[in-house]
C-alpha cells in the first residue's frame, strides 16, 4: 500500500508540479493547447477520465510557435525527429525518445531533417488531484531513452490501436506505471556508477550475447558485484533486461518489416521461434501476431 501511495505522489506531482512553480514568462505571448489539442495531423485519439492518448504527425519543415500544454504529457517519438527548444536549450529528440513535457512550460518545434509521428500520453491533473499528494515536483522538460518504458508505452500503444471495454482501466494502469519508472529512470542516472552504466551500454551495443567473464574484464568488477549492483540499480536481472532489449527489437521488426516470427526470431538472438512468443507474451501481454496487428 505505502509502494502505491508513493507512486501515486510522483504521478500526481508530475502533472501539476509545474503550475505550482510556474515561470511567468510561460503564459506571456505563447498560445496555450487545452486538454487534448496538440499542432499537427492528430491521426487519432483516445481519451478515459484520466488520460488522453493522441497520435500527432508532422511534415518535414514544419515549424510550431511557442507554446504550452495545459496539462504534463509523455512524448514517444515514434518516427522521426525534431528540434524542440526551451528556457532549457536545445533539445534534439530522435525515434524511440521519450520526452516529459510538464504542464506550462512554453516551448516550440522545428522538423527540419525529417516528418515526425509522435504517441502523447496527457495526463488531466483532476483526475490526478484526488490522489494523495506528497513533496514532489519536475519543472522542466527531461528526454529518456529507456527500453523499460518504452516496452510499456507499447503495451499502450496496442490499447490505443484495438480499444475495447478495457482498455480504459488498462490505459489508465499503464500510464502510472509509465510515470513512476520515468521518475525513477531519471532519478538513478544520476545516482548510477560509470562502469555500471558501461555495462548497460555495453548490453545495448552488441549484437551478440555477452558472457559475464567479458562485463568482468571490462569494468574490473567481479561477477557476482556486477549482477547484484545490476539488479538493484535497473529492478530486473541483467538476464531479463537482455530479453527486454531483444523484446523491443523484436517490437520494431513487426511494426516496421514483413519478416515471420521464425527470421525475427534469429535476427533478435531468441533460441527459436516457440522461446521468442514466450518471452514476447511475458514481457508485454501479447503475442507476436497479436502485437503485429495491433500496431500496424
Known amino acids: 500500500m505505502a509502494q502505491n501511495s508513493t507512486l501515486l505522489r510522483f504521478c500526481y506531482y508530475l502533472a501539476i508540479g509545474t503550475f505550482i512553480h510556474y515561470q511567468p514568462y510561460a503564459f506571456m505571448s505563447r498560445s496555450i493547447l487545452h486538454q487534448g489539442d496538440y499542432y499537427g495531423n492528430i491521426q487519432k485519439k483516445v481519451q478515459t477520465k484520466g488520460v488522453i ?6 511534415p518535414i519543415h514544419t515549424t510550431l510557435p511557442d507554446h504550452f500544454h495545459e496539462n504534463s504529457y509523455l512524448c514517444y517519438v515514434q518516427h522521426g525527429s525534431y528540434q524542440e527548444q526551451s528556457v532549457s536549450g536545445k533539445l534534439i529528440c530522435e525515434q524511440e525518445d521519450i520526452v516529459f513535457h510538464p504542464a506550462g512550460i512554453a516551448h516550440s518545434n522545428a522538423f527540419p531533417v525529417a516528418a515526425a509521428s509522435c504517441f502523447n500520453i496527457e495526463i488531466d491533473a483532476a483526475w490526478l488531484s484526488k490522489f494523495e499528494a506528497g513533496p514532489f ?9 529507456s527500453t523499460a518504458l ?3 508505452i507499447h503495451k499502450m500503444q496496442a490499447e490505443f490501436q484495438q480499444y475495447h471495454a478495457w482498455s480504459n482501466l488498462m490505459i489508465e494502469g499503464l500510464t502510472l506505471e509509465c510515470m513512476a519508472l520515468f521518475m525513477r529512470e531519471k532519478a538513478l542516472h ?6 555500471l552504466r558501461m555495462v548497460k551500454e555495453i548490453l545495448h551495443e552488441q549484437q551478440e550475447p555477452v558472457a559475464l567473464a567479458e562485463l568482468s574484464a571490462v569494468t574490473q568488477m567481479s561477477p557476482f558485484h556486477i549482477v547484484r549492483a545490476f539488479k538493484k540499480a535497473y529492478g530486473v ?18 511494426r516496421h518489416t514483413q519478416q515471420n516470427l521464425a527470421q525475427i526470431a534469429a535476427e533478435c538472438n531468441f533460441a527459436d521461434q516457440s522461446h521468442f512468443g514466450r518471452i514476447f507474451k511475458k514481457i508485454t501481454g501479447l503475442t507476436p501476431l497479436q502485437y503485429r496487428k495491433a500496431t500496424a
Open 137 to 145: 515536483t519536475l519543472t522542466k522538460i527531461a528526454r529518456l531513452k
Open 190 to 195: 544520476n545516482d548510477v556508477p560509470n562502469w
Open 237 to 254: 536481472s541483467i538476464g531479463e533486461y537482455v530479453n527486454q532489449l531483444k523484446t523491443d527489437r523484436a517490437c520494431t521488426l513487426l
Open 53 to 58: 492518448l493522441t497520435l500527432s504527425n508532422y
Open 150 to 152: 518504452k516496452l510499456l
